[in-house]
């Protein structure tokens, strides 16, 4: 063998090992997970809002590369924070009627602070109801918590619940104690091989979290909400350190759409379904759904796909 017939053949070699597992044996690059994102659908009576779901729905199902199931990212109701029993009723049995009509893909759902019932009702709270809360959402959704975990090929999501009632008013986003210890110990239980995608209503780390009231503050900075951006990111980061194989983190809620790498781990924010809650534009952001790809080599990738709302 000769010098150069020699260099070609080890350069070969030594680019073949860094590739998967699966590319080795089949010389094809394994198909990815394909799921579609359909976050802050907001759904209520009304010809818009009933149809625009419809759409959504129908626009996933038609597409020529199909995907394998859909991720509901929360906020699937216009609001049950400040509706009644009677008005809540009506938005969630119009979710299931349109989803078990107009859907046949598997749905992952994901609770949304929309989706929460009788937090800021006026007047006495409904807290002694067993559907107060997070409940209804959990049993309508069937879900099997209000957070949880499933697998797909060589990635492992987790879902987490956004949203928890702040005593100082309204609501903030970060893990309660109890679902903190519970996460701790699922990134302990996932194997080393598998990667891992955390889902969530309201963005871990975002920068469209400031513009989501597209101005700055009086003495010019740029005001993140505790309500519009996970409050204990630095305590999440120091976790996900922890596991390298923590790839991708997913969210919607504030209807603006961004795409952030840090750390080794992209955050997506999908936008909204809804658009600006049924009226078009938000901001710069047309109503849209994500379709991700998630890779056997840990890579993932988003394309925002727009349909026609109305």
């Not at 799921?35 to 020529?64: C, R, S, Y």
Request: include cysteine; charged fraction near 20%.
């Amino acid at each position: 063998m000769n010098r150069k017939t020699f260099l070609q053949t080890s350069a070969a070699l030594a680019g073949s090992s860094l590739l998967p597992a699966s590319v080795l044996a089949t010389g094809k690059k394994k198909k990815p997970i394909r799921l579609a994102h359909l976050t802050d659908i907001h759904v209520k009576p009304g010809q818009v809002p009933e149809a625009g779901m419809t759409k959504a729905l129908h626009h996933v199902q038609q597409l020529k590369n199909p995907v394998d199931f859909i991720v509901n990212g929360g906020d699937a109701i216009m609001d049950s924070l400040e509706a009644d029993r009677q008005q809540t009723q009506v938005q969630w049995d119009l979710f299931k009627n349109l989803l078990r009509k107009e859907n046949s893909l598997p749905v992952y759902h994901t609770i949304g602070n929309h989706d929460v019932w009788g937090w800021f009702i006026k007047g006495e709270k409904p807290a002694g109801d067993p559907l107060y809360g997070k409940v209804w959402a959990v049993e309508t959704l069937e879900m099997k918590n209000r957070y949880y975990s499933f697998s797909r090929e060589n990635w492992h999501f987790i879902v987490l619940d956004s949203t928890q009632l702040n005593p100082a008013g309204g609501y903030i986003a970060r893990l309660d104690e109890e679902q903190l210890n519970w996460l701790q110990e699922e990134l302990k239980s996932v194997p080393a091989r598998r990667f891992i995608c955390i889902i969530s209503h309201i963005p871990i780390l975002s920068i469209c979290a400031g513009l989501f009231f597209n101005k700055t503050e009086a003495n010019g900075d740029l005001l993140v909400k505790r309500n519009l951006m996970h409050t204990d990111f630095l305590a999440l980061k120091k976790l996900f350190r922890q596991y390298p194989s923590i790839k991708a983190c997913i969210s919607g809620h504030i209807h603006l759409q961004e795409e952030i790498e840090y750390l080794g781990i992209r955050y997506y924010c999908n936008g909204a379904v809804s658009g600006n809650w049924w009226k078009g534009t938000f901001q710069e952001f047309d109503p849209a759904y994500a379709i991700m790809e998630f890779f056997d080599d840990g890579s993932s990738k988003r394309t925002m796909v727009k349909y026609q709302a109305n």
